[in-house]
């Protein structure tokens, strides 16, 4: 039998924060989903809701393909071709799957424009181009894992840069192969440029590229008193940690305790009841562009609406080497999916609440 210190560890860290204003006059919330590069599911609860607009079911489900590419020539990601029509026009998101940011080889592309590659050890000096230790390690002289950054929209493709760029990423990519999914979205105003226009260049560059969609699901459910959230300090409702808390039992299934004889852990002091419940959930990769263009939809919505308030819920990919703002990003010991919570009020009330892995090293 183990001794029972063994196991006596402490919860991941995290960092979590809460914000009010109103979504009608602020971008805030749009900031919050710009400055997150990769969405792998968006949850939706609607309240009082008995026919849902379609253009929110098609912003989840039909209006987001995205592609996967085994094998991926990364030397593909600074073809001059490829930098003037997809990466300095309309936003290019790239991530490698099938690794894990904590002992693999992870590469990103961001709508940015920067390639990101966090390598580890041996890798990174293989590849012989410039970058500096994983913030996440405490001897930076005896660095087990290295991170790379190039900025794909500023790079010259006839300097001399550009070549040294090319030649170690076409010795790198001889030794190492990465399966990866992207999206392009176009431009702001050229919206009528199909996305798939991504797809067509890499065929032509003779690279097998294979078209996805996002696993999409609704349900209803009847009947269901869901919590009047507290907006402000002063008003009467449950405080949004408890409603987050809610929400997560929700749109999981769990049993919620309606009955007065089944009360659970997730009953609500302060409810209200409603018909009928829409829960909307997509699981994909989703670009920000995508998420706004959601938000967009759902605002338009809500704003002619009567209901309590409409929630979204985004989780990214726990293994992308990138969290929110460029920075470096850890799964291992950490809260890895850089998740938020939008709650929003017909009148323009909103909370934002955010889940982000902690930046603090590990204590030994």
């Keep these: 039998m183990l001794c029972p210190e063994v196991w ?12 009010t204003g109103d979504w009608k006059t602020s971008d805030d919330i749009k900031s919050v989903a710009k400055k997150r590069y990769f969405n792998h599911l968006v949850s939706v609860v609607l309240p009082d809701t008995v026919i849902v607009p379609q253009n929110l079911i098609e912003s989840l489900s ?23 029509k997809f990466i300095r026009s309309g936003q290019f998101t790239a991530l490698t799957i099938g690794t894990r940011v904590d002992c693999d080889d992870c590469i990103a592309v961001t709508p940015t424009g920067h390639l990101v590659l966090s390598l580890l050890k041996q890798s990174y000096e293989e590849l012989g181009l410039d970058g500096k230790p994983s913030a996440f390690c405490r001897m930076k002289k005896r660095a087990t894992r290295y991170l790379v950054s190039i900025d794909l929209k500023t790079i010259n493709p006839e300097s001399k840069k550009y070549e040294r760029i090319h030649s170690a990423l076409s010795n790198f990519q001889s030794e190492h192969v990465f399966d990866m999914i992207l999206a392009w979205d176009p431009p702001l105003g050229q919206e009528k440029i199909c996305p798939s226009s991504i797809a067509a260049f890499f065929e032509k560059l003779n690279i097998n590229i294979t078209q996805c969609s996002p696993k999409f699901t609704q349900r209803r459910v009847n009947n269901i008193k869901v919590p009047i959230v507290k907006w402000k300090n002063d008003d009467v409702g449950c405080e949004p940690e408890d409603v987050l808390e809610w929400l997560g039992a929700f749109s999981l299934g769990v049993d919620l305790g309606e009955e007065e004889e089944n009360e659970s852990i997730f009953s609500m002091e302060h409810t209200v009841m409603c018909g009928q419940t829409a829960h909307l959930k ?31 819920f985004v989780a990214g990919f726990e293994d992308a ?44």
């Design 321 to 364: 080497p990138v969290s929110p703002g460029l920075r470096e990003h850890r799964r291992y010991g950490a809260f890895g999916d850089n998740s938020y919570t939008f709650l929003l009020h017909p009148e323009g009330k909103y909370i934002i609440s955010t889940l982000e892995a902690s930046q603090k090293l590990l204590k030994h």
């Design 62 to 84: 039909n209006d987001c393909d995205y592609y996967r590419v085994s094998n991926f020539p990364i030397t593909a990601f600074i073809n001059s071709l490829f930098l003037g």
């Design 8 to 19: 006596n560890f402490s919860p991941p860290k995290h960092s979590s924060t809460f914000s």
């Design 282 to 312: 997509g699981k994909g990769f989703y670009t920000p562009s995508r998420i706004i263009k959601f938000l967009e939809n759902l605002e338009v919505y809500i704003a002619n609406r009567k209901f309590p308030w409409a929630a979204v």
